[in-house]
Nanobody
Framework: VQLQESGGGLVQPGGSLRLSCIAS????????MSWVRQAPGKDKEWVSS????????AYRESVKGRFTISRDNAKNTLYLQMNNLKSEDTARYYC???????????????WGQGTQVNVSS
């Protein structure tokens, strides 16, 4: 199993970024997928999840209305569109998957290496 994130970078507050995660080594279209982030000095925290068929999504409260999770099963790719970014969104963002629907980061089985997002003026 491989998960490879990209799309991070430095952006000013109020700006936007689109993260991507390309999956390989498993049947992507059968799995729930999630984004998790870890800020410096803090524990990993769940950000968002999406059903295998995109029929349901969920977000942590602090990103609702600003972030949008989506996926393209034909391309084995997970996305996170992040708008109106705030300094508190600064973190390393990981895509991850588990065998069941969960927002507990301890239950995720597979992880990518992450992509760094820095929000600063």
């Amino acid at each position: 199993v491989q998960l490879q994130e990209s799309g991070g970078g430095l952006v000013q507050p109020g700006g936007s970024l689109r993260l991507s995660c390309i999956a390989s080594g498993f049947t992507f279209s059968n799995y729930y997928m999630s984004w998790v982030r870890q800020a410096p000095g803090k524990d990993k925290e769940w950000v968002s999840s999406i059903y295998a068929d995109s029929s349901h999504t969920a977000y942590r409260e602090s990103v609702k209305g600003r972030f949008t999770i989506s996926r393209d099963n034909a391309k084995n790719t997970l996305y996170l569109q992040m708008n109106n970014l705030k300094s508190e969104d600064t973190a390393r963002y990981y895509c991850a998957t588990a065998e069941w629907w969960t927002d507990s980061v301890d239950e995720y089985t597979y992880w990518g290496q992450g992509t760094q997002v820095n929000v600063s003026s």
